[in-house]
């Protein structure tokens, strides 16, 4: 065992921070891209992985869920991250003295509000991470970061403004992935399974394959749909569904989804971190 669990990202991000709220007894490992990740999971470099999936402002991650399916990893958790936006600067800068702040192109617009209000111009960075850094290398009291509160206590950067984000609810969902999977667990709030799956190319094929989730009462929280090896004729479907395969109803609808589809694959049956609607 390692004990560290791997993000994409410089330390400061919020990949970091889900790392910090969901495992903080594990040695966070910053990753370039989200295949590094996986692949020092698979290594044994590190012995979580933790993956943004969606945000509620912005939709899904790209390329998640393209990578899931051939990662040989499990989800063993989910992860919920409020996304706090602040302005961090250097130490003796004051507000007044900003004029531009750096951050992802993501970021950017979340607080348009804020920075039209003070007259702050956006500029762009890879991340936002590493502009709360390169602001601190700067040492420019006109230039500021937008970024988390973990990445201005990294970096040695003062918070001149907090949640400064226009959108006050902005979540972003994170999976935690492992080498090995564990289906004996049974969350407070409900178990929850993550599978991905191709439906036979016949008529009416996906309203069938999913006809036996409602008539056992089964809650699917989400269906996502990507073309497989550039095919308009084969579709890739990823759903999540409230329920555990050990479940007479889940086992009842996974039957019914066989004869509709090519193949089926649970990517992992895990906790749920909140209660679904």
């Known amino acids: 065992m390692t004990n560290r669990i791997a993000f994409q990202g410089e330390p400061g991000a919020y990949s970091h921070e889900a790392c910090r709220m969901a495992r903080p007894d594990m040695e966070p490992l910053p990753c370039r891209t989200f295949e590094d990740v996986i ?3 698979r290594s044994g470099q590190a012995d979580l992985a933790m993956l943004p999936v969606e945000n509620t402002t912005y939709g899904r991650v790209a390329d998640i869920h393209r990578l899931l399916p051939h990662s040989g990893l499990h989800i063993i958790d989910e992860a919920f991250v409020r996304v706090h936006i602040n ?3 250097v130490p003796g800068a004051t507000l007044d003295d900003i004029t531009e702040a750096h951050s992802h192109l993501v970021l950017l617009p979340q607080c348009a509000g804020f920075l039209q209000e003070h007259g702050i111009r956006g500029r762009v960075s890879p ?13 420019d009291k006109h230039s500021a970061a937008l970024a988390s509160e973990l990445a201005g206590e990294i970096y040695g950067l003062n918070v001149l403004a907090r949640h400064i984000e226009d959108n006050d609810n902005n979540t972003t969902r994170f999976l935690v992935m492992s080498r090995e999977e564990d289906q004996t667990r049974r969350g407070a709030h409900g178990m929850i399974t993550s599978f991905v799956f191709q439906v036979r190319n016949i008529p009416a094929a996906l309203y069938k394959a999913l006809g036996g989730f409602a008539t056992n009462g089964i809650n699917m929280t989400k269906l996502e749909s990507y073309m497989v090896d550039g095919s308009f004729t084969a579709t890739q479907f990823y759903a999540d569904i409230v329920g555990h395969p050990d479940d007479r109803n889940v086992q009842l609808a996974m ?5 509709f589809t090519t193949n089926v694959e649970i990517l992992g049956v895990y906790p749920a971190a909140r209660p679904r609607g």
């Open 87 to 89: 302005l961090l600067a």
């Open 127 to 139: 991340d936002n991470a590493r502009a709360a850094r390169e602001v601190a290398e700067a040492g």
């Open 39 to 41: 692949e020092s999971v």
């Open 255 to 259: 039957d019914e989804l066989q004869h």
